[in-house]
């Protein structure tokens, strides 16, 4: 099947750093969003419903979080825990719905490569991806509190006249809080970063002492 051959590829390989592991996390999205397209515009809706299901699971449903994010358990461990979260996602009575074919095997691939930590990023991926293919540009700001809802709107206005916005139907914007960029903002939109958070001069200012001593 597209999404095994294409997310085994990637197993396990230890030493890596965020950057890769970052990569890893995409090559996953683009076999998972690859294989539900291919099959229909309709499975790619039920995946990406069903991934949001479980990233919604992961951060309400402590069992879940800590099952996912835990690299101790055996093979035998993860593949038992994963029926049961997909029994929860299926829910019961009239309204139990059973999960993809492609869901369960994007998970199955996880689990069989040591890569379930990696879940959080691979469904942040595959969001980005089927919103690329609605024609939607989500932008994400970080900043170290929430910002006031006047400056998001400012902000959306001057980002209305990029042409990477101009290109999209639809412009999303959402704040995500980070205490660690100190003040300023991260703006991330399509594949650039704009970063004019403290943090980054501050890591400036550090590594020119460094090479000054």
Not at 41 to 61: G, Q, R, Y
Not at 120 to 146: D, H, M, Q, R
Not at 170 to 181: C, E, H, R
Not at 187 to 201: H, P, Y
């Amino acid at each position: 099947m597209l999404l095994t051959s294409a997310a085994r590829s990637v197993s396990a390989a230890p030493g890596l750093g965020r950057r890769a592991a970052s990569a890893i996390a995409s090559k996953y999205s683009k076999a998972v969003y690859g294989a539900a397209l291919a099959k229909s515009p309709a499975t790619l809706n039920k995946v990406h419903t069903e991934l949001a299901n479980v990233s919604a699971a992961i951060k309400k449903d402590p069992e879940v979080g800590t099952f996912i994010n835990n690299p101790t358990l055996s093979l035998q461990e993860r593949n038992k825990g994963l029926q049961a979260v997909f029994t929860k996602l299926e829910g019961t009575g009239a309204k139990k719905d059973a999960v993809s074919d492609i869901t369960k095997n994007l998970f199955n691939v996880l689990s069989e490569n040591g890569r379930l930590g990696e879940t959080e990023g691979v469904i942040e991926g595959f969001n980005e991806l089927v919103a690329e293919y609605k024609g939607e540009l989500t932008v994400t700001v970080t900043s170290a509190a929430p910002l006031p809802r006047d400056i998001l709107t400012r902000l959306e206005t001057t980002l209305k006249q990029s042409q990477t916005a101009q290109a999209a139907k639809v412009l999303k914007i959402t704040n995500k809080v980070n205490p660690s960029v100190l003040g300023g903002l991260i703006v991330d939109f399509g594949d650039k970063t704009i970063d004019l958070s403290v943090q980054s001069r501050v890591t400036k200012l550090n590594n020119i002492l460094t090479q000054s001593v």
